[in-house]
């Protein structure tokens, strides 16, 4: 059974414009929540993560905001840019053995 | 370039063939991960190697066989694969099996199993 719940699927988002993916999860033992970023032909790689104990992280125009009690977590990607057209990943685990969501394809129209 | 080279990028296979997938970390690592890769699925662990021991196998069929002789080169071998393996197959490393280690993650062996 999928762990980790994320959507939407795919969105398209103008340039300067916001793009939210969202996360949930059922496992409250999830202690870590990182996101990852794939461009094509490219492996994953890691963008920002957090631990259940802060509500939000910010990292230059990337945000998470995490929710420990409605079990979800989302990434806010602020003032997007055509080089942020990738397929993020949302992650949990409890240990190094990360259970991923299916990802989000972000399209940024210029 | 990536710390984490994968070759060969692109595997054709017959469903008899035996194939090897070779992966190579340079950036000092002690674990090394294979994930599979399907389109709109979730990524999938398959093993974790620990300095150079088995530390997980995610239930994989006895028809994909890891190898890891030292810490900077971990295989994956291929006999008898059904049309269904045909995926992105990743290798990571991270520099231990902590809670929050960072994935370095290779650009993938794209296989197709015909």
């Known amino acids: 059974q999928q762990q980790v719940k994320q959507s939407p699927q795919s969105l398209i988002v103008q340039k300067g414009g916001i793009s939210i993916i969202n996360c949930a999860y059922e496992?409250?033992?999830?202690?870590?929540f990182p996101w990852y970023q794939q461009f094509p032909g490219k492996g994953p790689a890691l963008l920002i993560a957090i631990r259940p104990d802060v509500s939000e992280k910010k990292e230059g125009r990337f945000t998470i905001s995490f929710n420990k009690s409605a079990k979800q977590f989302s990434l806010h990607i602020m003032d997007s840019q055509p080089g942020d057209s990738a397929t993020y990943f949302c992650?949990?685990?409890?240990?190094?053995?990360?259970?991923f969501g299916a990802g989000t394809t972000v399209t940024v129209r210029a | 370039e990536t710390g984490v080279t994968q070759t060969p990028r692109h595997l054709v296979m017959g469903m008899t063939n035996k194939k090897s997938l070779k992966c190579e970390q340079h950036l000092g690592h002690n674990a090394m991960y294979w994930y599979k890769q399907s389109a709109k699925k979730p990524l999938e662990l398959m093993f974790v190697y620990n300095f150079k021991e088995q530390t997980e196998n995610n239930s994989v069929p006895s028809r994909f066989s890891p190898e890891c002789p030292n810490s900077s080169h971990l295989f994956l071998h291929l006999h008898t694969l059904q049309p269904e393996d045909s995926a992105l197959y990743l290798c990571?490393?991270?520099?231990?099996?902590?809670?929050?280690?960072?994935?370095?993650f290779g650009s993938g062996t794209q296989l197709s199993v015909l």
């Open positions: 990571a490393s991270s520099q231990n099996t902590g809670l929050d280690e960072k994935l370095f």
């Open positions: 496992n409250t033992a999830f202690d870590y």
């Open positions: 992650a949990a685990s409890t240990d190094y053995k990360l259970s």
